[in-house]
């Protein structure tokens, strides 16, 4: 354990350590009134290639800080099994992801708030995602200055990033210089959670220096297997350590933070989720909620892939051992080059149809290139470029396989089952194909590699993301917020029909924001935190005379 003077049983009990779960870390043990426990199923964040931004690539396969999930075979990809890396380790996914900073559209929240959501638009959210921000543009109405998630700028541009935005400008997208601000649309340089050229994970901005505290203990490698219950209310966990089983009490409130994949598996093996599929495995059922594990959403890409004639792209530099070490030394003398960008350099948020009101597709500029998603990267110069929709409507699921904690649950996104999507996705594809044939770009590129020069028809771009498209990474909404018959919890995420129980993770969303979700986590974790202290100074205030 990480703290002093702690012994089982504590005011909160925070499973998982990841985006959101670090965020109520810090903030629920700030005033020193509360004890706060923080399990985390994985270890620390000690190995080097989290901390330099492109080891995200060398992540994607590493069974110590990956789950490593896949989904089940895809109804509309011809059976394909789409992989689903999530962070096992201190920092969650936001140890092991690409470091975007995007937080989505002011239209996303104001639907989570017109869906019956109070306190959710977005003018409530924005003074929690500027609470977050140590921007390195300053303070402004938009952003935050000085708080624990530090968000940066790529350190220098790239010929390949230029001309991919004056294409885009060619193609009638405007250049941005800041998606998070007062429009998305545009394209430009993404922004990255780093600082000094370092990962900046919620590990690093919000648990390392909350651990200081006395009031906080942390428990790794600490698998939760079971939520502790008295009739309805939530009153411990169980947890597997080293082999052995631990009980932990909570005397105020359990808080589910273990992602959109984990949070809904631990509920339904807890006893709460769809009667029947518990009953299948044995389980209790304490509360019969279809919604637990329903829903999920994420954001699937179709990708381009591109020869380069230039040897200027991240196949080059680590193709050669000059190569690697010239950018070894740039990153470690200047913090600059390849090693210190992200999951994607420059990007665009587009619309595929003029009369939209917003964005509706998303592009990564990406420079490197492999066969698929964290494979061995091309011997020759390449790039890619992605396309997803923004607001998927396909719905998936997240069940349990088995009563066995250990065993990974059943995931199915259900990509393009929804027409909305198909119809979008290749919208999106044509638009970005129509930048990517712009004259900025003419003098980067030798060969289409796909989509080949076959690829016209709808039918022909459906068909190539169905056969080659992936996961962005951002699934959500397996324990929706909202007040109809299957949401899981309410808008203060309070579990419905229960006491002492809440959930703050990518899992509450009402739909998944239009962007990359981990600003959108953090921000959930700040909120739940002042409305966890809220609640809790309500109970122990006595009421005005
Ligand atoms: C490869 C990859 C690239 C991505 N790129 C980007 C990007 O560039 N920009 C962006 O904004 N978003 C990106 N994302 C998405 C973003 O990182 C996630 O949406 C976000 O981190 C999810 O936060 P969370 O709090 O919901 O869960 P997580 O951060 O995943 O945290 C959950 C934590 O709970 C722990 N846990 C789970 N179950 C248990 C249990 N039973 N007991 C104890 N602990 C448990 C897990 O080990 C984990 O540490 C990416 C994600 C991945 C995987």
């Not at 937080?103 to 639907?111: I, L, N, P, S, T």
């Not at 009153?235 to 105020?252: D, F, L, M, P």
Request: net charge positive; aromatic share 8%.
């Amino acid at each position: 354990m990480g703290g002093k003077r702690l012994e089982g049983s504590f005011d909160y009990i925070v499973i998982g350590a990841g985006s959101a779960g670090c965020v109520l870390a810090n903030r629920l043990t700030a005033s020193g009134k509360h004890r706060v426990l923080l399990l985390e199923a994985g270890g620390e964040d000690r190995n080097l290639w989290i901390h330099v931004p492109i080891g995200f690539v060398k992540l994607f396969a590493d069974a110590r800080y990956n789950w490593l999930y896949s989904s089940e075979p895809e109804p509309e990809l011809h059976g394909r099994q789409i992989i689903q890396p999530r962070g096992k380790v201190m920092g969650g996914s936001s140890s092991i992801n690409g470091l975007l900073y995007i937080r989505g559209q002011a239209e996303d929240f104001d639907h989570w708030r017109q869906l019956g959501n109070a306190g959710w638009g977005f003018t409530d959210v924005l003074p929690y995602f500027r609470r977050a921000e140590d921007q390195e543009r300053g303070a402004d109405e938009l952003h935050g200055f000085g708080g624990p998630l530090s968000v940066r700028n790529v350190s220098e541009p790239h010929p390949l990033c230029e001309a991919f935005i004056e294409a885009c400008e060619q193609a009638g997208i405007p250049r941005t210089d800041d998606f998070n601000g007062s429009s998305q649309e545009g394209a430009g340089y993404f922004q990255l959670t780093t600082r000094n050229g370092r990962r900046w994970s919620t590990a690093r901005g919000y648990l390392a220096p909350a651990r200081k505290r006395g009031n906080l203990a942390v428990v790794s490698n600490a698998l939760t297997t079971r939520v502790l219950f008295k009739n309805r209310r939530a009153v411990g966990v169980e947890y597997r350590k080293g082999g052995a089983i631990h009980t932990a009490r909570a005397n105020s409130e359990v808080i589910l933070s273990g992602g959109a994949f984990n949070s809904p598996q631990l509920l339904q093996l807890s006893g709460v989720g769809p009667a029947d599929l518990l009953q299948q495995h044995g389980i209790e059922v304490i509360a019969d909620m279809n919604g637990v594990g329903a829903d999920l959403q994420d954001h699937y890409e179709a990708r381009f892939y591109y020869r380069c004639t230039e040897r200027i792209t991240i196949n080059d530099m680590m193709g050669s051992m000059t190569g690697r070490a010239v950018a070894g030394l740039r990153y470690a003398l200047f913090r600059k080059g390849f090693l210190a960008i992200g999951a994607g350099y420059a990007g665009a948020f587009a619309r595929t149809d003029p009369k939209m009101a917003t964005p509706d597709v998303q592009f990564h500029l990406i420079l490197s290139s492999s066969d698929a998603v964290g494979q061995k990267l091309h011997p020759w110069p390449g790039f890619l470029a992605t396309v997803c929709p923004l607001r998927p409507e396909s719905r998936g699921f997240v069940r349990i396989k088995s009563a066995d904690p250990a065993q990974a649950p059943a995931i199915q996104p259900r990509y393009m089952t929804a027409q909305g999507d198909r119809d979008c996705i290749v919208a999106g594809m044509k638009l970005l194909r129509h930048v990517m044939r712009q004259s900025a770009l003419k003098r980067y590129i030798v060969e289409e590699l796909a989509p080949a020069p076959k690829v016209v028809s709808d039918s022909n771009y459906l068909e190539l993301a169905r056969q080659s498209g992936s996961t962005a990474f951002h699934p959500t909404s397996t324990c929706r917020m909202g007040g109809d018959a299957t949401a899981v919890v309410d808008e203060r995420l309070r579990v419905h029909g229960f006491e002492s129980l809440r959930v703050a993770d990518a899992s509450i969303m009402p739909t998944v924001v239009s962007g990359n979700t981990n600003a959108a986590c953090v921000m959930i974790g700040e909120k739940a935190s002042d409305m966890i202290l809220a609640d809790a100074s309500a109970k122990t205030t006595p009421l005005a005379a």
